[in-house]
Nanobody
């Protein structure tokens, strides 16, 4: 079994910073892409930032220049540093990873439980 455990959410004032972490554990042969999604009330889940095993990254336009995604492959962990937070960043943030649990198995999508980020104005 593979688990993704997130931490780091919370309440912050506009202009503040938060750092989210997500660690994968369990049966893991390899991890390809990792990323962070978010879902605000009444809205669809959207990709905030992604990073592949080689280090290439991509970002939602509205967070470019404010958020930074990184990963520690040795720790199976992905981070999201969020600076200059805005009230519109308020959402539940979900970690996602494409994981091959055993050699020869296909990759599957795994999700964390979600962590609330609330930015007050």
């Amino acid at each position: 079994q593979v688990q993704l455990v997130e931490s780091g959410g919370g309440l912050v004032q506009a202009g503040g910073s938060l750092r989210l972490s997500c660690t994968a554990s369990g049966s893991i042969f390899s991890i390809n892409a990792m990323g962070w999604y978010r879902q605000a009330p009444g809205k669809q889940r959207e990709l905030v930032a992604g990073i592949v095993s080689g280090g290439n990254t991509n970002y939602l336009d509205s967070v470019k220049g404010r958020f930074t995604i990184s990963r520690d492959n040795a720790k199976n962990t992905v981070y999201l540093q969020m600076n200059s937070l805005k009230p519109e960043d308020t959402a539940v943030y979900y970690c996602n990873a494409h994981i091959r649990p055993y050699f020869g198995y296909r990759e599957s999508d795994y999700w964390g439980q979600g962590t609330q980020v609330t930015v007050s104005s």
